[in-house]
């Protein structure tokens, strides 16, 4: 079982920069891909970027040039770095792994775009 947390959410003006971090109980070395999800208010929940272990990454269209995923697997650790934030950006963040255990999901960390 793989506890994952988030962290780094919080209120911040268009135009601005936030951190999330997604730390892991245990190796995520075993997830192959490691994901980035926001639920935004009254909406779906959508991936918003995905890092695999070979060290590929991709970003949803809707954040591409803005939003960056890492993962760092000796820390156990996701991050993603979020650029240019617009208000349309409101959303809870969730961190998400799988391997042949189980599916495992942070409990969110929520993000608030907002003059």
């Known amino acids: 079982q793989v506890q994952l947390v988030e962290s780094g959410g919080g209120l911040v003006q268009p135009g601005g920069s936030l951190t999330l971090s997604c730390a892991a109980s245990?190796?995520?070395?075993?997830?192959?891909?490691m994901h980035w999800y926001r639920q935004g208010p009254g909406k779906e929940r959508e991936l918003v970027a995905t890092?695999?272990?070979?060290?590929?990454?991709n970003v949803a269209d809707s954040v591409k040039g803005r939003f960056t995923i890492s993962r760092v697997d000796t820390e156990n650790r996701v991050y993603l770095q979020m650029n240019g934030l617009k208000p349309e950006d409101t959303a809870v963040y969730y961190c998400?792994?799988?391997?042949?255990?189980?599916?495992?999901w942070g409990q969110g960390t929520q993000v608030t775009v907002s003059s």
């Open positions: 890092a695999t272990s070979g060290g590929m990454t």
């Open positions: 245990g190796a995520i070395s075993s997830m192959n891909a």
């Open positions: 998400n792994g799988r391997n042949r255990y189980g599916d495992y």
